[in-house]
């Protein structure tokens, strides 16, 4: 059974700082970088990763300001996130090695390649945008605009129909029957997952997506010499039609047009087998954050933890809730079903003891023997975490919204009225702010079952 681990890796930078990078890993073969295309993180390569994990180490980062990684400073362009693409191989260990990558990912390690092409063996790509003046133009003015958290949660109903419609038209806001695109749906839980990776990524979108979008074409010259590339693109991928626009290519460079996405990961498996390949190794990770597999009777998963392993304190969040980010005085947990850790397989237990079980396991891992459980609300546990299951039409991050925002004004937060007001500070209500509620409470899926066990105790 192939399993997919989760880390962070620290890059250094010019200044003395950090850039924090998250990735995935499978496999025990050769290593093989996987970056995903915009507004993504390496999560999407998830079923991919489970099939080439025979094969190859997969390591799938999130590119800087999507998923859990940390942004690029300033306005980048598409060299800085070339860059910044090598410093995290660096900073992993990475040797040359061959690398994967699908639209916006592709451009990146073309750049990449470019700018350094001893550090790797060779590229498979999905799709390489070539875009003309007028399409450059319309993006540029429509494709990407701003996004930032409103304070009644209207930004919510612009995202979901954004991530709706853009199976339906490209680009997603031309909406025209010569725009359509075949493989239009409304497939609930793809839609749901996109807004919740650009929910993760909120105004960074712009930055990573904009530079993929204002790149040049940058193959390098017919007369290059560079490892092979390979190049394919299937029926109903926009940019298929881009192969014609290719040009000329250097020597071992080829394009080819598919009919599918398997045939298309086909093609890249086969290609990717042929580089030479680099020796197997353990790539490089954080000390203080990280995902640790624990496995109990009715849990077996990563929990994700961050902090002081070394300080002797675990804390436990609120239900509904999730790890309390930069704390240097304890080691802090995201719960089953909640924040960035695996849930429960099946029905979350609403027993203690199941739950005190996969803690006592992560103070074991860590040798903690201060847990510190959280104070938490009283009230009905239907009301306190209704259903927010995704459904076709996004009432359910509305929803969320409105509880996390009246959380702030009355306790319990369904139970409006002067008996049930409490003092509220304005600088937590402000988008930004709730913001951050509202993703963890998106999260949690098994806040209800949490909250009934801890009061069970």
């Known amino acids: 059974m192939i399993r997919i681990t989760r880390h962070y890796v620290d890059v250094p930078q010019g200044d003395g700082s950090r850039r924090r990078v998250h990735?995935?890993?499978?496999?025990?073969?050769?290593?093989?970088?996987?970056?995903?295309?915009?507004?993504?993180?390496?999560?999407?390569?998830?079923?991919l990763i489970e099939r080439w994990a025979e094969h190859f180490t997969c390591i799938a980062p999130d590119t800087p300001g999507f998923g859990q990684s940390d942004p690029l400073p300033g306005a980048p362009e598409i060299d800085d996130f070339a860059d910044a693409l090598v410093a995290t191989m660096d900073a992993l260990g990475l040797p040359p090695c061959p690398a994967y990558g699908f639209h916006s990912g592709g451009i990146i390690l073309v750049t990449a390649l470019k700018r350094h092409p001893a550090r790797f063996t060779g590229l498979a790509i999905g799709g390489y945008a070539i875009w003309t003046r007028q399409e450059m133009a319309l993006f540029g003015e429509r494709y990407l605009p701003p996004f930032e958290p409103s304070s009644y949660g209207e930004h919510l109903v612009w995202l979901w129909n954004r991530m709706l419609e853009q199976s339906w038209f490209f680009p997603w806001f031309d909406v025209r029957d010569a725009a359509r695109l075949p493989g239009a749906h409304a497939d609930v839980a793809r839609i749901d997952m996109a807004v919740r990776e650009m929910l993760d990524s909120g105004a960074a979108y712009r930055a990573g997506y904009g530079a993929v979008l204002r790149a040049p074409r940058d193959i390098p010259p017919a007369d290059a010499v560079t490892p092979p590339v390979l190049i394919s693109a299937y029926d109903g991928d926009p940019l298929q039609a881009h192969i014609d626009r290719l040009g000329a290519m250097p020597q071992g460079w080829r394009a080819e047009k598919c009919a599918t996405p398997a045939d298309h990961q086909a093609l890249s498996l086969a290609f990717l087998k042929d580089l030479p390949q680099a020796h197997t190794l353990v790539p490089d990770q954080s000390h203080d954050a990280g995902f640790v597999r624990i496995e109990t009777p009715e849990f077996s998963g990563l929990i994700h933890w961050q902090g002081d392993p070394g300080a002797g304190v675990l804390i436990v969040h609120a239900p509904g809730g999730e790890l309390e980010r930069g704390r240097a005085d304890a080691l802090a947990i995201d719960l089953p079903g909640h924040g960035l850790s695996d849930g429960w397989p099946g029905e979350a237990p609403t027993d203690w003891p199941a739950w005190q079980r996969v803690i006592d396991a992560v103070a074991a891992q860590f040798g903690l023997t201060d847990i510190r459980l959280p104070d938490v609300p009283q009230g009905d546990a239907e009301l306190l975490f209704p259903d927010l299951s995704p459904d076709r039409y996004g009432t359910h991050l509305i929803r969320a919204w409105q509880i996390v925002r009246a959380r702030h004004f009355f306790s319990p937060q369904y139970a409006v009225g002067a008996a049930n007001a409490i003092a509220f500070d304005p600088g937590a209500i402000r988008p930004e702010c709730l913001a951050g509620e509202h993703r963890a409470l998106l999260r949690a899926r098994a806040a209800r079952a949490y909250y009934q066990a801890i009061n069970n105790r």
């Open 23 to 47: 990735y995935r890993q499978a496999g025990s073969g050769p290593p093989l970088l996987m970056i995903h295309q915009s507004p993504r993180n390496g999560g999407e390569y998830a079923p």
